[in-house]
C-alpha cells in the first residue's frame, strides 16, 4: 500500500530506454539504415512504436509514435509466423509509399519484418530498414530470427509494466474518488498513504501527509481532546468506534490492521461523517419515547375516566 510511484517511473524508464539499446544494437549487428520496434495493440486496431534507431527526421529521445493497424503494413504482419521481407517501397506499383508512414519519408527502400512472439501472443514486430537495395540471405534471416527473440522478451517485459501500471493508476484514481477518510499507517502508527479526502480535511496535499503520525493526524482531523481519547483504540486491532470531534460532528471510524507476509503489521484507518444520520436517530428516539409517554397518558386519562 505504500507509494511506489517512484519504482514503477523508474522501471518504465528502464524499460523504454532497454527498447531504444535493442534497437540501436540490431541496427549496427544487422548493418541496417534503419531499425524500429513496434508494438501491436490488436484489440483498439493500432500500432505503437517504441524504439526508432536510424532515423533522421525523429529526434532520439521522441516520444512514443501511435498509428492505426489497419492499413498499415503490419496488419499483415500480425498475423504472420515469420520474417517478411518487403522490397520496393516506392517503387513496385503494390507497395505505395502512403502505405509506410514511418519509413517511406526516410526513403527507406526494403525492410525486413520479424514478428515478436511471447506466450503465444504477437506483441508487435521488429523492422530493420534499408535506403538502398538490399539482398537478405539466409544468414541474415536466421540472426534477425534470433534479435527477434531478445526484443520480444523486453517488449513482453515493458508491456507487463504498463499493464501494472495502469492497474495502479485506477485504483489510485478508486482510492481517491471515495467520498470517506482513508488513512494507512505501518507499524510505527505513521502515515504511509492517505486518500484525497482525508488530505482535504487536514488542509494538506495526500503527499505532506506521508510520515505523519496517526496521533497528529487525528488531532488535526477530529481536534486534540478526541485524539488523545481515541488513538489508544486504534492500535493492532480491528475495531470500529463513533468519534465526537472538537466541532461537534460525529464520525463512525474503523480499523482494520494489516498483515502482510514478511512485513512488520500496520493498519487501515476509515471514517464517515455520521453527524447527520446521528441526528436522525436521536430525533427517532424522542419521537418514540414521546409516542410511548402518549400512549402512556392516554392509558392513564382513560382509567381516571372509568
Given amino acids: 500500500l505504500a507509494d511506489h510511484n517512484q519504482p514503477m517511473d523508474a522501471t518504465r524508464t528502464e524499460s523504454t530506454t532497454?527498447?531504444?539499446?535493442?534497437?540501436?544494437?540490431?541496427?549496427?549487428?544487422?548493418?541496417?539504415?534503419?531499425?524500429?520496434?513496434?508494438?501491436?495493440?490488436?484489440?483498439?486496431k493500432i500500432v505503437n512504436w517504441k524504439a526508432t534507431s536510424g532515423f533522421r527526421f525523429l529526434a532520439e529521445e521522441a516520444p512514443e509514435i501511435v498509428m492505426?493497424?489497419?492499413?498499415?503494413?503490419?496488419?499483415?504482419i500480425a498475423s504472420a509466423d515469420e520474417l517478411v521481407i518487403i522490397k520496393g517501397i516506392g517503387v513496385r506499383d503494390e507497395l505505395q509509399a502512403a502505405d509506410f508512414p514511418m519509413h517511406s519519408p526516410e526513403g527507406v527502400r526494403d525492410l525486413a519484418v520479424?514478428?515478436?512472439?511471447?506466450r503465444g501472443e504477437t506483441l508487435g514486430a521488429l523492422v530493420v530498414g534499408y535506403r538502398v537495395e538490399h539482398a537478405f540471405n539466409v544468414e541474415e534471416e536466421k540472426l534477425l530470427e534470433g534479435l527477434a527473440e531478445m526484443v520480444a522478451l523486453a517488449l513482453d517485459h515493458a508491456r507487463l509494466f504498463d499493464t501494472v501500471g495502469a492497474a495502479k493508476r485506477i485504483w489510485e484514481?478508486?482510492?481517491d474518488a471515495i467520498p470517506d477518510g482513508i488513512i494507512v499507517h505501518d507499524h510505527q502508527m505513521r502515515i504511509i498513504r492517505c486518500n484525497a479526502?482525508?488530505?482535504m480535511m487536514m488542509e494538506m496535499h495526500p503527499a505532506q501527509a506521508i510520515g505523519l503520525t496517526c496521533a497528529d493526524a487525528f488531532a488535526r482531523l477530529f481536534g486534540e481532546r478526541?485524539?488523545?481519547y481515541h488513538m489508544g483504540e486504534s492500535r493492532g486491532t480491528a475495531s470500529s468506534f463513533e468519534l465526537q470531534a472538537e466541532d461537534g460532528r460525529r464520525y463512525l471510524v474503523a480499523v482494520a490492521p494489516i498483515d502482510e507476509a514478511g512485513s512488520q503489521p500496520g493498519s487501515v484507518i476509515t471514517w464517515s461523517d455520521v453527524t447527520e444520520l446521528s441526528e436522525m436517530q436521536e430525533q427517532l428516539s424522542r419521537s418514540r419515547r414521546l409516542a410511548t409517554v402518549g400512549q402512556l397518558a392516554a392509558g392513564v386519562?382513560?382509567?381516571?375516566?372509568?
Fill in 18 to 44: 532497454t527498447l531504444r539499446t535493442m534497437a540501436d544494437t540490431v541496427r549496427r549487428i544487422m548493418r541496417a539504415d534503419t531499425t524500429s520496434i513496434a508494438s501491436f495493440s490488436l484489440p483498439d
Fill in 173 to 175: 484514481q478508486t482510492f
Fill in 114 to 118: 520479424t514478428p515478436l512472439k511471447a
Fill in 68 to 76: 492505426p493497424l489497419a492499413g498499415n503494413f503490419l496488419e499483415r
Fill in 226 to 228: 478526541a485524539a488523545a
Fill in 301 to 306: 386519562a382513560h382509567e381516571i375516566n372509568n
Fill in 197 to 199: 479526502h482525508a488530505a
